[in-house]
């Protein structure tokens, strides 16, 4: 083979370290763009919050005693004010100072010696499994009984229902313990009336039924309720009311009542134990009406504040050899001080394009959202559609009608009659609206909505109302049929 040289000419697109800091920047969510300029700020010394400074901690490097000054007011340079820092750390907790610091309780004293009481942080509620065993420890139970109610427990999913039979639990237990299966369904009794009603049970059927059989013998129409979770829980869940009223033998009247006995029940006892973590929205963007106009303007309390710290800049302005380490980590700063303040410039003109667009969303509801696309908000402002989708996912815009993730304001559209679109948003807020307003009785199939929007000039197919109708979690016509 011969070896021969040659000289090619390409173009590639290559991502600067800023960039690409931009870039993710702008993709983050609130909380996750808080935790990315954490790990920043204990990574960076030279980046630092813009918050004001602690009353307490300024007389530490401004108080002096005019008396006993002999001089004018001499200002400590960069390395002096570093320097007494260092002192002043390395100092913490010798002599007396030390014993003042209090750990642990809620409760301290102030610089006056006076008590004063700590925010205590709310301890967990105990989980599902935790509240079970608590009573069974609290019960008159032989040890045996105890542990196979113990190993029953771990059987129970987070809704509170045993996931496995108890024949499939008796095979897991080894046989020199030589436990019965009558021996375990008792134990399975016992875990059955324990708190909350319903927990232990093995079907929905049994979790209302043991719900039922714990309230008052007096409950009006206890009997036929019953009757009804035991036999004809299908028959329910069908709307079929006729039938029911033959099959429990009750007028019109008591059947209402016993289906709202039913309904009162909880078919999830173990969801009240789940500890699951709340996701609070924290709003990117607030929209208000100044002066007849509708204005889109930064949420300042979502703004992180940022800055160059100006002590280590100074020191790194007038030192060359002994920091050169360190410029590159200003430089870092600089860049996330401005991509951070480019970030939510971004979002602010997004914002504001995408009221100017859903004036009337705002003025009337969701019922009257117009179409709209990224490309749309791209070519306006001139940016790449890509762009605009990672500004508007996890950005949220509070306005007087709720807060709404951006992505919201975006939607395809439906041709109407007179050649016109129509927003699948307001469509789905069209279906809505006439679900809340049909007769509970005879409620609207899907062909009669689709027939409804049409003569409203909106041609909508079956099908297509039915997945809207799915995406916003409504049941279909005959399930939605009540007494």
Same mark, same amino acid.
């Given at each position: 083979?011969?070896?021969s ?24 969510? /609130? +909380?996750e =763009?808080?935790?990315?300029? $954490?790990?920043?700020?204990? #990574?960076n010394?030279?980046?630092?919050? %813009?918050?004001? *400074? ?31 820092s260092?002192e ?74 045993? /996931? +496995?039979? =108890?024949?499939?639990?008796? $095979?897991?237990?080894?046989? #020199? ?5 009558? %021996?375990?369904? *008792? ?36 009997d ?46 173990g969801?009240?134990f ?12 607030s929209v ?23 002590l ?17 980590q ?5 860049w ?35 179409p ?53 948003t ?58």
């Open positions: 083979m011969k070896h040289l040659q000289l090619r000419l390409s173009q590639h697109l290559t991502l600067t370290p800023q960039l690409q800091q931009s870039i993710k920047l702008l993709q983050l969510s /609130t +909380q =763009l808080d935790l990315e300029i $954490e790990r920043y700020l204990r #990574e010394p030279l980046l630092e919050r %813009e918050e004001p *400074i602690a009353e307490s901690f300024v007389p530490v490097m401004m108080q002096s005693d005019p008396l006993q000054s002999n001089g004018p007011e001499a200002t400590p340079s960069p390395e002096q004010e570093i320097s007494a260092s002043s750390f390395d100092n913490f907790g010798s002599g007396d100072t030390f014993s003042e610091v209090s750990y642990g309780s809620g409760a301290g004293r102030d610089e006056e010696g006076e008590e004063r009481d700590y925010p205590q942080t709310p301890a967990l509620a105990p989980s599902l499994r935790e509240h079970l065993v608590e009573q069974i420890g609290l019960m008159n139970f032989s040890q045996r009984d105890h542990a196979l109610m113990s190993m029953l427990i771990e059987t129970l999913n987070d809704d509170g229902y045993m /996931t +496995q039979s =108890l024949e499939d639990v008796l $095979e897991l237990i080894p046989e #020199e313990l030589e436990v019965e299966a009558e %021996e375990l369904k *008792i134990a399975l009794e016992h875990l059955q009336h324990l708190d909350p009603p319903g927990v232990g049970a093995q079907s929905l059927s049994q979790c209302l039924r043991l719900q039922l059989k714990a309230m008052s013998q007096d409950t009006p129409l206890l036929k309720a019953l009757d009804l979770v035991n036999k004809h829980l299908e028959v329910l869940a069908a709307r079929d009311y006729a039938k029911l009223r033959r099959l429990i033998k009750c007028d019109e009247d008591e059947l209402r009542r016993v289906q709202k006995l039913i309904v009162s029940l909880n078919p999830k006892p969801r009240n789940s500890n699951t973590e709340i996701r609070y929205v924290v709003p990117d963007v208000s009406k100044i002066k007849g106009q509708w204005v889109a303007s930064l949420n300042r309390e979502a703004m992180p504040k940022l800055r160059v710290n100006k280590y800049s100074d020191i790194l302005s007038r030192s060359h050899s002994s920091a050169q380490h360190l410029s590159s200003l430089q870092e700063a600089k996330m001080v401005k991509n951070v303040q480019q970030r939510f410039d971004t979002i602010l003109r997004v914002s504001q394009a995408i009221v100017e667009r859903q004036i009337q969303f705002l003025e009337h509801g969701a019922i009257a959202m117009k709209l696309v990224l490309r749309e908000i791209a070519d306006v402002l001139q940016l790449h559609e890509s762009t605009v989708s990672r500004v508007t996912t996890n950005k949220y815009m509070r306005t007087p009608r709720g807060i709404f993730e951006l992505k919201y304001f975006f939607g395809s559209h439906v041709g109407t009659d007179g050649g016109g679109e129509a927003s699948s307001a469509i789905r807020a069209l279906i809505k609206q006439l679900v809340a307003n049909e007769n509970s009785r005879k409620p609207l199939s899907d062909s009669q909505i689709s027939s409804i929007l049409g003569q409203q000039g909106m041609v909508v197919a079956r099908r297509t109302v039915a997945k809207y109708r799915e995406s916003m979690q409504i049941l279909p016509g005959n399930l939605r049929k009540t007494l």
